[in-house]
């Protein structure tokens, strides 16, 4: 079984539990994305061509986009089984839906 790793969120001091394997995810896709935005600003430095700076910048996009949304579908799980067992989900569903349209 995966050890448990907090991962504390700016929600008001809202704390979700995520699996190692899923906070690895998306500390994989943030890196990358990282990486990836300082290959677009190198280009903007080099003046090359707009095409390609924007391909990147899309896949830069996208991996922002992937990462937000593990975390996300972490914290749909986490208020599913929440109310499963009987306990106060960790987020409200109106709060979940509000970052969750942040993203899109």
Do not use: W, Y
Not at 29 to 44: E, F, S
Request: charged residues 25%; glycine residues 6%; aromatic residues 2%.
């Amino acid at each position: 079984m995966l050890d448990e790793v907090r991962a504390h969120t700016a929600i008001r001091g809202t704390t979700m539990e995520m699996d190692a394997s899923v906070l690895a995810d998306a500390l994989t896709r943030l890196k990358r994305a990282h990486g990836q935005l300082g290959g677009v600003i190198a280009m903007i430095e080099n003046a090359e061509d707009c095409e390609r700076v924007l391909t990147q910048l899309a896949a830069v996009s996208k991996a922002l986009d992937r990462a937000g949304f593990k975390i996300i579908s972490t914290g749909l799980q986490q208020c599913q089984l929440a109310r499963d067992t009987g306990q106060e989900p960790p987020i409200t569903p109106e709060r979940l839906e509000k970052l969750f349209l942040a993203l899109s």
